[in-house]
């Protein structure tokens, strides 16, 4: 049984920065692909960053691009996204997915969420 469980969010001032995880169990996921989505009150849920555990390429959308940071830990089962320069329209809850396949392919698996608040 596949488990992620995401931490690390919390309230944060605009500019500031937070580091989220996602600790991933219940199999080998050298063949996943792991993907930061993150949705606010009122909006559909979008795509943040993705990274192929086997080889670490790295994938962001645009609004996060040059702010955001997702990498892997293997010795931990650990995906992180390092937060910078943090807006108030980052404000949303965070999830983490897996699948096997194509980045842009649909997550199986889903965390429970992270909220993170940006205050301006």
């Known amino acids: 049984q596949v488990q992620l469980v995401e931490s690390g969010g919390g309230l944060v001032q605009a500019g500031g920065s937070l580091r989220l995880s996602c600790a991933a169990s219940?199999?080998?996921?050298?063949?996943?692909?792991i993907t930061w989505f993150r949705q606010a009150p009122g909006k559909e849920r979008e795509f943040v960053a993705a990274?192929?555990?086997?080889?670490?390429?790295?994938y962001y959308a645009d609004s996060v691009k040059g702010r955001f940071t997702i990498s892997r830990d293997n010795a931990k089962n650990t995906v992180y996204l390092q937060m910078n320069s943090l807006k108030p329209d980052d404000t949303a809850v965070y999830y983490c997915?897996?699948?096997?396949?194509?980045?842009?392919?649909?997550?199986?698996?889903w965390g429970q969420g992270t909220q993170v608040t940006v205050s301006s």
């Open positions: 990274i192929r555990w086997s080889g670490g390429s790295t």
């Open positions: 219940g199999r080998t996921f050298s063949s996943y692909v």
């Open positions: 997915a897996a699948h096997v396949g194509p980045v842009a392919g649909n997550p199986r698996y």
